[in-house]
């Protein structure tokens, strides 16, 4: 069977097409500038990965779901970035080659070190993955294309199969104009998954429509959890800073790694001497409701443990011989329980995927997309 698969000519939900046909992202927090507090309402979006026409955007929504771009043909990014897992993974550590992804079991593959983090609001991220290792969605993207450990493909092998495969050929002809003997490189398909990836935003939840002056959008119990998280007792806001829900730092904090796992030196070994051991990115938490089990190895389970964590434990969940330099924001804020519990209501408030790309039915190679796997049942 062939499908007829084309490319969208128009922007996805919160972007505009400018007069270079590209995609520019627009947002009310655009319109705010003034350098209000850490938990202000309106702190202006810093710039986004954007200007990318619609039909790149597009073609990377195809690549991302396509298993062909695994070396085993079943490793797709969408394995371990699911659409039904705010584009985590579900997972404590994420399941490599072998066994990828949302339900794989244990035995079927390399097990990583690390959670893998959600996908929404890349595009405002200036250094990637937990330690920060990566500058670019560019240089990113090489990781798990070509670890042997994720998806396990080198760039000749991927080039071979893009360009031997003629609906591939011609969506890019669409996308970039390619000439009749021009062979697609990695770079230009690394180009239009980094083209979906930044157009994956979600910058209107219920916190926002509060945020942009609807007083009702948030509960009475969520406001109060608000006003928690953005107080000086808890001081969430200061590392968590709206409107992007990080400050797009490192920080130390302790999290504690799941039983019989190493230490994790975090940011260490890619900065010494700066006082790092144990640092990790400061996670947003948009769509945190989604992204269960929380920190860089999904040591905690539940938005519960996670604020137990910040109330109980600060700081005292890591080994006491690693002598890490907690950050000092990081104390004991002695929250009682109605107090977490509208915390959570908050944090639970930052739901949006109002602007989630649509899953495709199909993809180029034939191959099966994971979400469809997993409703038919086939995800174990
Ligand atoms: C086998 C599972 C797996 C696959 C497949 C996978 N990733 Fe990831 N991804 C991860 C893990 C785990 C991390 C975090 C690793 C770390 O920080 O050390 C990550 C991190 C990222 C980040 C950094 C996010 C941030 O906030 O720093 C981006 C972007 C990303 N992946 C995009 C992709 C893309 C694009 C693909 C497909 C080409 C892909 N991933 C395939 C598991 C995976
Ligand atoms: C000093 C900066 C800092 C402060 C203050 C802070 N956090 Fe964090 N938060 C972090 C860092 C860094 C991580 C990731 C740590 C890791 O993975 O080991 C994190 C992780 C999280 C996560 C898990 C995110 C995920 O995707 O796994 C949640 C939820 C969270 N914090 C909520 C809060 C709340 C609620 C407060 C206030 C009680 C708070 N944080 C205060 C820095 C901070």
């Not at 066994?99 to 929404?120: F, H, I, N, Q």
Request: overall charge negative; aromatic content about 10%; charged content about 20%.
């Amino acid at each position: 069977m062939t499908l007829a698969f084309t490319l969208s000519d128009r922007c996805p939900p919160s972007f505009m097409i400018d007069e270079n046909g590209k995609c520019q992202l627009v947002s009310l927090y655009q319109r705010y500038s003034a350098p209000e507090g850490f938990g202000g309402l309106r702190k202006p979006l810093p710039e986004a990965r954007d200007g990318f026409s619609p039909q790149e955007i597009d073609l990377g929504r195809y690549l991302f779901f396509d298993p062909l771009l695994g070396g085993d043909k079943k490793t797709s990014c969408a394995h371990c970035h699911h659409p039904d897992y705010g584009y985590a993974d579900g997972r404590g550590t994420a399941m490599g080659f072998g066994g990828s992804g949302v339900g794989a079991k244990r035995r079927d593959g390399a097990e990583l070190e690390r959670g893998a983090p959600t996908l929404w609001n890349v595009a405002f991220l200036r250094r990637l993955f937990w330690d920060w290792r990566a500058t670019s969605l560019e240089e990113q993207a090489q990781g798990p294309l070509f670890a042997a450990a994720e998806m396990g493909n080198t760039p000749a092998q991927l080039e071979a199969d893009i360009n031997a495969n003629g609906t591939y050929r011609r969506l890019f002809t669409q996308a970039y104009g390619l000439a009749h003997d021009e062979k697609i490189g990695t770079a230009l398909i690394i180009q239009a998954l980094v083209a979906f990836e930044a157009s994956l935003v979600s910058l209107n939840s219920r916190y926002d429509h509060y945020a942009h002056g609807d007083h009702n959008a948030l509960s009475e119990q969520e406001q109060i959890g608000h006003n928690i998280f953005r107080s000086f007792v808890t001081r969430c806001s200061q590392c968590h800073t709206p409107p992007l829900f990080t400050n797009v730092e490192l920080a130390v904090i302790g999290a504690p790694e799941p039983p019989g796992k190493n230490f994790d030196l975090g940011a260490d070994p890619i900065f010494p001497d700066m006082k790092l051991r144990g640092a990790f990115k400061v996670p947003t938490l948009r769509n945190i409701s989604r992204t269960a089990p929380y920190m860089h190895s999904g040591s905690l389970e539940r938005l519960q443990d996670v604020v137990e964590f910040y109330n109980d434990k600060r700081g005292h969940a890591a080994p006491e011989e690693q002598n890490l330099i907690i950050h000092w924001h990081i104390t004991n804020p002695n929250l009682r329980k109605e107090e977490e519990t509208a915390l959570i209501a908050f944090l639970n408030s930052l739901e949006d995927e109002t602007a989630a790309p649509v899953v495709p039915n199909a993809v180029p190679s034939g191959l099966g997309v994971v979400s469809v796997e997993a409703d038919a049942g086939l995800k174990n």
